[in-house]
């Protein structure tokens, strides 16, 4: 597995689980002990005496026979000779390679983006400096209003920082929720504090001896900080991949079971573009569900020397502030969205349709209706827009009712 966070991880332990005896090699390019990624943009933040929390002990790795390659990167791969090269010079065979490469943070090509207290969030190191410079902080500006940037900002909020969030789309989110949640969402974080300015960009960066203090936006005002998080996207990492002749198109191309042209290579999690059942079309999704399932799926394929189609339904969370979001399904291109609960009471769900099918469902403080969610849509039970806007409709017994016959789904 080349990547030790949550998809190489997972693929390793769920091998091991299945009871594979061969060799079993993680590369890191990290130092740690692989982590949860999750807790850096939230508890970590929040509490300076937070610490990483590892996806596994390292006496775990030992007790599984499992080879823990830290601090180390693979710089080559080698298909014809079935070879991964080491940054540290080494070389490894490999019957099967896992690419589990990850992402790596967008930038923002402006004047000024190299100034020091302009940072990004990504790797426990970056979360480490930017919990540092929050101790500081007087101000603090954030760029793109997306799940990290929209996370930062509450806890900034919290911490009592005069925090600024620059949205270059006309809402919050836009690509991952529905008009209705992303407004709700905004809402929320003004009714905090964070101001929040939408249909606009950045210009430069403004920086005095080396330092940032602040930023000017495409309508030629500044605004002070002295802490800047760039959260505009992620590019997925495919140079080793695409370096060894694999087809890369914003993401490892692969098939529905995870394969590359070559069936001995894989792809998984955040690095992955992949035809997703639920989405409809080719998709690459950011998640620790579909990085996890990922690397259960791929073991699965490896366990039982046949491929293993991935199923599983896509699924997220966002807590921000008081405010928990959860998401199964992805909403985006829905032709129908229907309201459940109250959001003037703080706690409703939206039920997206595409030709009367349910295709996602984003719950705000109303956890009973993802968990229902996620069953109904794993199973594919129909759920009209007429139920779901039913108050009065049982939707946890709805979705805990046997299903039709179908296709298993994959877990």
């Given at each position: 597995?080349?990547?030790?966070?949550?998809?190489?991880?997972?693929?390793?332990?769920?091998?091991?689980?299945?009871g594979f005896d061969g060799a079993v090699?993680?590369?890191?390019d990290e130092p740690e002990l692989p982590y949860q990624r999750p807790p850096l943009s939230k508890e970590f933040l929040a509490d300076p005496g937070q610490q990483p929390l590892p996806l596994r002990a390292e006496r775990f790795y030992d007790a599984h026979?499992?080879?823990?390659?830290?601090?180390?990167?693979?710089?080559?791969?080698?298909?014809?000779a079935r070879e991964v090269h080491l940054g540290s010079g080494g070389r490894l065979a490999f019957d099967h390679l896992v690419l589990a490469l990850g992402a790596r943070n967008r930038t923002l090509p402006v004047p000024g983006h190299d100034a020091d207290g302009v940072l990004t969030l990504r790797t426990l190191r970056?979360?480490?400096r930017l919990r540092d410079r929050l101790a500081g902080a007087t101000s603090a500006?954030?760029?793109?209003?997306?799940?990290?940037?929209?996370?930062?900002?509450?806890?900034a909020r919290a911490?009592?920082?005069?925090?600024?969030?620059?949205?270059?789309?006309?809402?919050?989110?836009?690509?991952?929720?529905?008009?209705?949640?992303?407004?709700?969402?905004?809402?929320?974080?003004?009714?905090?504090?964070?101001?929040?300015?939408?249909?606009?960009?950045?210009?430069?960066?403004?920086?005095?001896?080396?330092?940032?203090?602040?930023?000017?936006?495409?309508?030629?005002?500044?605004h002070p900080a002295d802490l800047v998080l760039v959260a505009v996207g992620a590019v997925p990492n495919v140079g080793l991949a695409a370096g060894a002749g694999l087809p890369t198109a914003d993401g490892i191309l692969v098939d529905a079971c995870l394969?590359?042209?070559?069936p001995r290579v894989f792809a998984v999690g955040d690095c992955a573009r992949y035809p997703s059942p639920a989405v409809g079309s080719p998709v690459r999704l950011e998640s620790v569900q579909n990085a996890a399932d990922h690397g259960r799926c791929v073991a699965e394929t490896l366990l039982r020397g046949q491929?293993?189609?991935?199923?599983?339904?896509?699924?997220?969370?966002?807590?921000?502030?008081?405010?928990?979001?959860?998401?199964?399904?992805?909403?985006?291109?829905?032709?129908?969205?229907?309201?459940?609960g109250d959001p003037d009471a703080g706690a409703f769900s939206v039920f997206s349709f595409v030709a009367g099918r349910l295709v996602a469902v984003e719950s705000v403080n109303r956890p009973a209706d993802h968990l229902a969610a996620r069953r109904l849509l794993a199973d594919g039970r129909p759920l009209t827009p007429e139920q779901a806007a039913d108050p009065s409709f049982d939707l946890r017994s709805h979705s805990r009712s046997r299903p039709e016959p179908g296709p298993p789904a994959v877990s």
């Open positions: 597995m080349v990547g030790a966070g949550q998809a190489g991880v997972q693929a390793a332990l769920s091998l091991r689980h299945g090699t993680v590369i890191g026979d499992i080879r823990l390659l830290r601090g180390e990167r693979v710089v080559t791969l080698d298909r014809a970056d979360a480490e500006v954030v760029v793109g209003g997306g799940f990290i940037g929209l996370e930062f900002a509450s806890v911490r009592g920082i005069p925090t600024l969030l620059v949205e270059a789309g006309e809402r919050t989110m836009a690509r991952a929720v529905s008009p209705a949640v992303s407004g709700f969402l905004t809402a929320g974080h003004r009714r905090a504090g964070v101001r929040i300015l939408l249909g606009t960009t950045v210009r430069r960066l403004l920086a005095r001896r080396g330092r940032v203090v602040g930023v000017e936006t495409d309508d030629g005002r500044r394969r590359t042209p070559d491929p293993t189609p991935y199923r599983a339904v896509p699924w997220f969370w966002s807590d921000q502030g008081e405010l928990r979001l959860q998401i199964a399904g992805v909403p985006t291109g829905a032709e129908r969205a229907v309201l459940r």
